[in-house]
């Protein structure tokens, strides 16, 4: 048995709905599977989330309060008054950015950027940044991907005669900021058709409206920030991203290309797997450890040179990055275990004096993935008595909803259900821990703290061809609310299994249902290996590819999950470093069984391992279900372990059958061996065994232990007497059976039970424990 790593969310098929849409679309059962499982359940709704092409974006004046931006901008270029385009530093905010600033330059504005400094002046518009807009003589400033939050300094705006519009995407709290205008889908006041934009979507709106047209050659850049912020990729940002990556396959910025390059990336296999992996990141990595401006110069510049150094620079930024992220993850983690163990934290709250700030959403992000619980990460100014934190979630806890209760202690607060990003006081830190962990207390459940994973279709071996998996590339560009497809095969044999890797910390693996195999690959599931036996079935959940090697393709899985469910049999019966296979099994599950008193010290089993063994004598009633079984040796009788097996159920059964003494390939006499021996002794009469018996096995071509049991043997039954070594005729025994010997049933109960355990094939051995096994033990996800 071998449980997953999550729990899977397998979707129900509506095989007639499938049906249908195969017929009519013209494409497999498991595309049309995935089209239905996915709401899009109608020829017109499926044709047009994959048919992206011809689609025309929404009308950028349906947004509240565009009229009100244009015409400002328009009075500004007519009135030659500067603008200033007030940017963030993650990836959308650079991209968001670039594409206002475009084009307010191809109208004609007089305009620059800003993008504040994380480390110096934190997240979003600030006090001293308008006030020195205003020195600078900017007359407008257009906040993008952020300023929904600015209340105080819209207010400063004010003051200083500064019309201030707010293009934003993220949450807007109870109150909006008094500015100019406020372009904001998610607005309640606003009849937009669709409010999931990026905020690089809401200011290719901006820039759609501005230029009156389409603004197709931004699309690339609008992919970037769509893509990397991690929005829904549906509706109109699907369109975003599937044309984005489509112009950037054939992109002429000089800077994007220079970056790519960087990446090992060729134009032509762009997918958003390169924005989410390559671009972004890199992106990312200028704003998380320094000022953001030469991402956004790299967008935008159109000097070769210039590009090919500022992506060296990226670069650079990106590897620092890399490093960092690893050391604070480190830091973390160990907090974690030592002072906040999940365990006793419904949510986990961890703050470093020294950690870079830049990259504490990373950390966040990487200990949910480790513990699984709602986490915030903050970074320490000792100096200012503040703490500057980001926060990830997990599905069922909504950070937004939970973190806006908590705004008396949050002076600065924005995000979404799944992240946010916040600054308090040191001193309220410990307070906002308490009251996070009874939020989470309260609203999780055992069963929140175990991830979930959507399986999008259920499927055989023989389905999965080039042609589904070509197919399967009409849904992308894959993202949230439109992830990768997740499916999973049931019932499937390992044909094959091998470690792969430097480290052994992959795993290779061919499965076979009904005659037809499959590649499968897990990157990081190498220690899977030791968890499934041969023959095992198992149940395989990934996402499908095409594996390119040397012209020949041919279809594979990425393994995400997988699972054993049903009961294990190990067969460690040829193992000679025995202390170490076992010192590898889960002690929280190693139960150890031996039916001799003096196996523990004939194996030398280490004494760490020692208080999970259990002495089996008589009929013993274990609490073993569940749980890992090692049966050291082989038992007393047959019915001893069929009766503990009986009466519980394990998970797995580790079999040793460890074995001081082998019975089965010693001579067991025949009656001709006993009849001469006898004969022997009639001819002879009495005799010292202990001298001549190496003789007599030896004329005979017998061992000396086969003379020993044949004597013993006559002396159970009262043939002959044996005194002081002497062997003699007992001429007055009467005549009994073998089978009376204690000595000869205990022989041939010996020989039964190591050819019944100890030399069985593993196929045999198998079919036994399954015979004895009456309660059988299953997982399910």
């Known amino acids: ?54 689609q025309e974006f929404h009308d950028p004046f349906l947004m509240e309060d565009m009229d009100k931006l244009v015409d400002r901008v328009k009075l500004a270029v007519e009135n030659d008054e500067k603008i200033l385009v007030f940017g963030d530093y993650d990836a959308d905010g650079v991209s968001s950015t670039t594409v206002l600033v475009t084009a307010l330059r191809e109208i004609g504005a007089n305009v620059d950027f800003y993008i504040p400094n994380r480390f110096t002046e934190g997240y979003g518009p600030n006090e001293n940044a308008f006030r020195q807009a205003k020195e600078n003589g900017y007359a407008v400033i257009i906040t993008v991907d952020t300023g929904i939050s600015a ?104 800077g994007l290309k220079a970056l790519l390059q960087k990446c090992g990336v060729e134009l032509h296999t762009i997918t958003e797997e390169t924005v989410g992996f390559s671009i972004g990141p890199r992106i990312n990595a200028v704003g998380r450890l320094d000022n953001a401006d030469p991402a956004v ?52 709250i961890v703050e470093g004096h020294d950690w870079n700030a830049g990259v504490i959403g990373i950390v966040a992000s990487r200990l949910v993935d480790r513990f699984y619980r709602p986490t915030i990460v903050l970074s320490l100014d000792e100096e200012k008595g503040q703490a500057k934190g980001s926060a990830r979630s997990i599905a069922g806890f909504d950070l937004f909803e939970n973190l806006s209760e908590c705004r008396d202690i949050l002076p600065h607060f924005g995000g979404h259900p799944m992240a946010a990003g916040m600054t308090l006081n040191i001193k309220d830190v410990e307070e906002l821990r308490q009251r996070m962990n009874q939020k989470a207390a309260q609203k999780l459940t055992e069963e929140d703290y175990t991830p979930i994973t959507d399986v999008d279709i259920e499927c055989r071996v023989d389905e999965v061809t080039l042609e589904t998996i070509e197919q ?65 079935s198992l149940d395989v959940l990934g996402e499908l590819s095409i594996n390119e090697w040397n012209n020949f393709r041919k279809p594979q899985v990425f393994l995400k999950d997988i699972r054993v469910p049903e009961w294990q049999l190990f067969d460690i019966r040829s193992i000679k470093q025995l202390n170490q296979t076992l010192a590898g099994i ?84 025949t009656r001709e061996h006993f009849k001469w021996f006898y004969g022997l002794l009639a001819k002879k009469g009495s005799f010292d065994l202990s001298k001549h018996a190496e003789d007599i096995a030896k004329h005979r071509g017998w061992s000396k ?49 190591e050819n019944l355990f100890l030399y069985s094939s593993y196929k045999q051995l198998k079919a036994w424990f399954d015979q004895h096994l009456t309660k059988q033990c299953t997982v399910h996800s």
């Open 1 to 54: 048995m071998l449980a997953s790593k999550s729990r899977w969310n397998v979707r129900e098929p509506n095989k007639e709905l499938i049906e249908q849409l195969a017929e009519s679309m013209g494409v497999a059962p498991l595309i049309a599977s995935l089209l239905v499982n996915r709401g899009l359940d109608t020829i017109e709704n499926a044709k047009e989330f994959l048919y992206t092409e011809d």
């Open 705 to 753: 232990e086969t003379v020993d049991f044949i004597s013993q043997v006559f002396f159970d039954l009262e043939f002959v007497t044996i005194d002081k070594g002497f062997i003699a005729l007992n001429h007055a025994a009467k005549k009994r059976d073998f089978e009376e010997s204690q000595t000869y049933r205990k022989k041939q109960q010996q020989v039964m039970l």
């Open 586 to 669: 889960d002690r929280e599950k190693l139960h150890i069984l031996y039916f001799n008193e003096k196996t523990l010290d004939d194996v030398m089993l280490q004494d760490d391992l020692r208080p999970y063994a259990t002495l089996v004598q008589g009929e013993a009633a274990l609490d073993i279900t569940g749980k890992y079984i090692v049966i050291l040796d082989i038992p007393t009788e047959e019915a001893v372990l069929s009766n503990i097996l009986q009466s519980a159920a394990p998970e797995r059964i580790y079999a040793s059958f460890y074995q001081k003494e082998n019975h089965f390939f010693s001579t067991i006499p």
């Open 472 to 536: 399967l590339e009409m849904l992308s560009p894959f993202g949230v609310a439109n992830p990768k497809p997740k499916v999973l095969v049931k019932g499937v044999l390992p044909q094959q299994i091998r470690q792969i890797g430097n480290k052994s910390n992959h795993l290779k693996l061919v499965i076979e249902q009904e005659g037809s195999s499959l590649d499968c690959v897990g990157f990081g599931f190498g220690e899977t290996y030791h968890h499934i036996s041969p023959g095992a």
């Open 151 to 254: 209340l105080h300094e819209a207010k400063v705006a004010k003051e200083l005669e500064i019309d201030l519009i707010i293009t934003d995407h993220h949450e807007p709290g109870p109150e909006l900021p008094d500015a100019f205008a406020i372009v904001h889908p998610k607005k309640e006041t606003c009849s937009y058709p669709f409010d999931d934009l990026a905020g690089v979507g809401v200011a290719y709106k901006v820039a759609h409206a501005l230029l009156g047209k389409n603004p197709e050659h931004l699309l690339e850049v609008a992919a970037i920030g769509t893509i990397a912020d991690l929005v829904p990729l549906v509706g109109e940002n699907r369109l975003l991203a599937s044309k984005g990556i489509k112009k950037m396959k054939q992109t002429t910025r000089v």
């Open 297 to 348: 110069h790299l967008l935008m510049t159109e000097d070769v040179e210039e590009a090919k150094m500022l992506a060296e620079e990226m670069e650079s930024y990106n590897k620092e990055r890399q490093q960092i992220v690893t050391k604070i993850t480190e830091e973390a983690i160990k907090q974690v275990e030592e002072k906040y163990p999940p365990k006793d934290n419904s949510f986990i």
